[in-house]
């Protein structure tokens, strides 16, 4: 696995650990995204040590988030929403700390400021979840 330093994550999404989930950037092009996220003892989503597969629906919209930062002009971090879940699905997999998940992330269509994306979670090359979210950035701050 590559890693991507704390430095470049802070570019891309305005999340902060232990909130900011993803540890890796993969691959990437204009429309695709596969991260990496190793689960850490201090991830705010654990419950009885382990990480719940609803939170697949953060770590996949942490990697469109980059996507869409990517896309919008400046490229810099802004902070964005989810502002709807179009679908999902669940399969149940126990996920402990210091797995290793992958994300995958496909930019369907939108604008520089609101997007749709599909895409899946991994763990031991299971999917666990997929899902179609639209995230938008909200606006940046006026001085």
């Known amino acids: 696995m590559t890693s991507t330093a704390a430095s470049d994550f802070e570019q891309l999404l305005p999340h902060r650990?232990?909130?900011?989930?993803?540890?890796?950037?993969?691959?990437?092009?204009?429309?695709?995204?596969?991260?990496?996220?190793?689960?850490?003892?201090?991830?705010?989503?654990?419950?009885?040590?382990?990480f719940p597969v609803t939170g697949g629906l953060e770590l996949l919209a942490q990697?469109?988030?980059?996507?869409?930062?990517?896309?919008?002009?400046?490229?810099?971090?802004?902070?964005?929403?989810?502002?709807?879940?179009?679908?999902?699905?669940?399969?149940q997999v126990s996920i402990p700390v210091s797995?290793?998940?992958?994300?995958?992330?496909?930019?369907?269509a939108g604008s520089a400021d609101a997007a749709l994306f599909e895409g899946k979670v991994t763990f031991d090359d299971r999917c666990f979840f997929t899902g179609s979210l639209m995230i938008a950035l909200l606006p940046g701050e006026t001085k």
């Open 63 to 91: 990697a469109a988030g980059i996507l869409l930062g990517a896309r919008s002009p400046g490229n810099t971090a802004r902070p964005g929403a989810i502002v709807q879940i179009k679908s999902f699905h669940l399969e």
């Open 99 to 108: 797995a290793e998940l992958h994300i995958h992330a496909h930019y369907q």
């Open 17 to 50: 650990p232990p909130m900011r989930m993803l540890t890796a950037i993969l691959a990437q092009n204009t429309v695709d995204i596969h991260c990496a996220s190793v689960i850490d003892a201090h991830n705010p989503l654990l419950h009885d040590g382990l």
